[in-house]
C-alpha cells in the first residue's frame, strides 16, 4: 500500500498549479492541503498549525521571496517537510544551491506529469529524485575534466605574447626573425581561429587564460 502523502505546492503559474492539483487530487494517497502561490503565503498559512505537509514541490521564480530565498525559511518552519524543487531552472550552481538549502529533490517541469507523480511517492518513502536532464548536469560537473586543448600553434602564441606586451608588427617579426607580412598572416590566422575581429578581444582572452 502506498504511503500516504500530505502535500503542498507553491507554484505562481495558475494554470500549473491547477494541473498539478488536478492531478494530485486524483491519487488516492495524497491529500492536498494547501497550494500557495509565493513562499509568503505558505509561511502564514503553515503557521501555528499542527497538520503540516509531508511534501513540498516548490517552484524557483516566484513573486517576491524566491523559491531558493525561501527554502531556509521554510525548513525553519517545518524541519520535517521533504522540499522537491519543480523549476525550470537547470543551471548546476542552482541545483546546488537548493540540494545544500535543503531541497531532497530536483525535478525539471518539463517532465511529464507522471513523472511528477514517481518523484513525490518516491520521496515519501525516503529516496530522492532528479531528472534525468539534471542528473546529466550534476554529474558533468563531477566529471574529471580534460585537459584543455591548446588552439594556437606555439609560433602564434610568439606573436600573441608580441601584441599582448604591447610590442609592434615590426618588433614582433624582428624578434621572430619573419616578415611583417608574416606576423600578419598569423594575426589573421590567430583571429579566425579564436572567432575573434580586435586586439581587444585578443587580449581579454590572454588575460583570462582562454587561449
Known sequence: ?????????????????NSLCEFFGSQLNVTISMAKYSV??????????????TILLLDINLPGMSGIDGLPLIKKACPDLDIIML???????????ALTDGA????????????????????????????????????????????????????????????????????????LFLSIDTVRSHIKNIYKILEINSKAELMRKSFNDQL
Not at 509568503?40 to 505537509?53: D, R, S, T
Not at 523549476?87 to 544551491?97: G, M, P, S, V
Request: net charge negative; with cysteine.
Open 104 to 175: 531532497c529533490s530536483y525535478i525539471s517541469k518539463r517532465v511529464p506529469l507522471k513523472k511528477i507523480g514517481e518523484a513525490v511517492q518516491i520521496v515519501s518513502e525516503g529516496g530522492s529524485y532528479m531528472s534525468p536532464s539534471i542528473a546529466r548536469n550534476v554529474a558533468n560537473y563531477y566529471k574529471p575534466k580534460k585537459e584543455r586543448e591548446y588552439l594556437l600553434t606555439d609560433r602564434q602564441m610568439s606573436v600573441v605574447n608580441g601584441i599582448v606586451t604591447g610590442k609592434s608588427y615590426k618588433m614582433i617579426a624582428d624578434d
Open 40 to 53: 509568503e503565503e505558505f509561511l502564514e498559512a503553515v503557521e501555528g498549525i499542527n497538520n503540516l505537509p
Open 87 to 97: 523549476t525550470t531552472f537547470e543551471e548546476t550552481d542552482i541545483i546546488f544551491k
Open 1 to 17: 500500500m502506498k504511503n500516504a502523502i500530505n502535500l503542498a505546492i507553491i507554484e505562481d503559474d495558475p494554470t500549473i498549479q
